[in-house]
């Protein structure tokens, strides 16, 4: 959409006093003045305007009216009040993503202090095991039992410490695994909400944008029809002077006319 005023269109506007040149008397050749006299037409003196024949003066025109700088000065605070409006959304989008991470930081340190509290106390639960199968080999061993009693309970705990320290390393794979994933499906799916957020307010942004530039169009286009039949009007008021002032000239001229040939006949006589 320009900026063009109308009287600044492609197409020139034209004038509808200009009905083409008078002809020009020859040089010496005898014409009518204004005061009814006979003069020669290398001395005429200017002959009238359309301007001096009108009873009043014609009014402004009609495209010197025109609200550029208002609808300007419309679009540029709409603009504005758009920019504002996507700053204070992404400003809130951004407040509220730090608080869901805060949210989300927070929850991983409880899961994470959860997780530590659920594996002490299950090297405590094995420590204790662990405790009484020893107090319960001491046992035995002070009763002088075999040698080999002894060792295959050495063995025994042996193979249970290996079994508790395999345990115990599985526990915080999938501990550690469990963790990640919690970890990555939140991130995606703040991810993918922010994204969301971002689509519905451009699209809203979108949307306002197109129905500021709706209404503008149907204001210009009020306006130019507005201004057309003003024009409209002006011109039929143009070709009524130029009638008025072409009949008025007329009867000047019979008048001049019917003075000269009364004065002539007067001369002859």
Same mark, same amino acid.
């Given at each position: ?31 009518? =003045? ?5 003069? =020669? ?62 949210? *989300? ?13 659920? *594996? ?33 309970? =050495? ?49 809203? *942004? ?10 503008? %169009?149907?204001? %210009? ?5 507005? %201004?057309? !039949?003003?024009? @409209? ?10 009638? !008025? ?17 009364? @004065?002539?006949? *007067?001369?002859?006589?």
């Amino acid at each position: 959409m320009d900026n063009e005023t109308p009287s600044q269109g492609s197409h020139p506007r034209t004038s509808l006093i200009r009905r083409g040149p008078d002809p020009v008397p020859a040089r010496g050749e005898l014409v009518w =003045n204004e005061e009814g006299g006979v003069t =020669n037409a290398a001395s005429q003196p200017p002959r009238a305007t359309a301007q001096d024949l009108d009873p009043e003066p014609l009014p402004h025109s009609v495209t010197e009216e025109t609200p550029v700088e208002v609808i300007d000065a419309t679009a540029g605070a709409l603009a504005s009040e758009l920019a504002r409006r996507r700053t204070e959304a992404f400003e809130r989008l951004d407040a509220e993503m730090r608080t869901r991470r805060a949210e *989300l930081m927070q929850s991983m340190e409880l899961q994470r202090a959860e997780a530590e509290r659920r *594996l002490g106390e299950e090297l405590r639960l094995e420590r204790e095991a662990m405790a009484r199968r020893r107090a319960e080999s001491d046992r035995l061993w002070s009763a002088e039992q075999p040698q080999n009693l002894a060792e295959r309970l =050495n063995r025994a705990l042996t193979v249970e410490l290996v079994e508790t320290r395999r345990r115990y390393e599985a526990a915080e794979v999938r501990l550690h695994a469990e963790f990640e994933g919690r970890r990555r499906e939140e991130a995606e799916r703040l991810e993918t909400w922010r994204r969301s957020e971002r689509q519905r307010i451009e699209a809203e *942004l979108a949307s306002e944008e197109q129905r500021f530039s709706d209404r503008l %169009l149907g204001q %210009l286009k009020e306006f130019e029809f507005q %201004l057309g !039949e003003r024009q @409209k009007e002006q011109e039929q008021r143009l070709v009524q002077w130029w009638d !008025e002032a072409e009949q008025l000239a007329r009867q000047r001229v019979a008048a001049l006319l019917d003075e000269t040939l009364s @004065k002539k006949s *007067l001369a002859g006589s």
